[in-house]
């Protein structure tokens, strides 16, 4: 019973690999005008909504102007935006190191997978944003992912050495 347990868990853990690479896909897929409305538009939510809570607990009592409001839009939307590309991957790189060692692989060959299907699908990613109207491929795109990537190693590694400790207690 234990190991079609494990079988079926290792099985998930790869479609939700293939499923956050279609995910990634997907985003990847929006015309520029359309993805950076979309960024834009939360981040004027995001700063909407502490503004009327810092009225409301009466932190401020004040609104910014709409110009202003776009001003600080326009400001962290690049930004942002970069932090996005390496958090999908980030996210990314934490199934596939999940994938890996249900499947039994060592820490550091999941580690190196990894990171090296991490930075190859970003490098292919950016291939296919050259098809997408607007969008261009840019490798530096790719290096912002492969570093999101290596975050995620970094936090899972971290991880696992808490986790071995305080199992080991």
């Excluded at 929006?30 to 909504?49: A, D, L, R």
């Excluded at 009466?58 to 996005?84: A, F």
Aim: proline letters at 2%; hydrophobic letters at 40%.
């Amino acid at each position: 019973m234990e190991k079609k347990k494990n079988k079926y868990l290792r099985d998930i853990s790869w479609i939700l690999v293939i499923l956050w690479m279609g995910v990634i896909f997907w985003f990847s897929s929006m015309p520029s005008t359309e993805s950076n409305n979309k960024s834009e538009g939360t981040i004027n939510k995001i700063i909407e909504t502490t503004v009327n809570t810092t009225n409301k607990v009466g932190l401020t009592d004040k609104h910014p102007s709409e110009k202003k409001m776009n001003q600080v839009v326009e400001y962290l939307n690049y930004p942002l935006r970069k932090c996005m590309h390496a958090s999908v991957y980030f996210v990314l790189v934490l199934l596939l190191l999940n994938a890996f060692r249900l499947s039994n692989v060592s820490l550091k060959k999941a580690i190196f997978f990894s990171i090296l299907i991490c930075f190859l699908y970003a490098c292919s990613d950016e291939f296919h944003q050259t098809f997408v109207p607007g969008r261009t491929g840019q490798f530096s795109d790719s290096l912002i992912d492969t570093t999101g990537g290596i975050l995620g190693v970094l936090f899972y590694y971290i991880l696992s050495k808490i986790f071995k400790i305080r199992h080991k207690a």
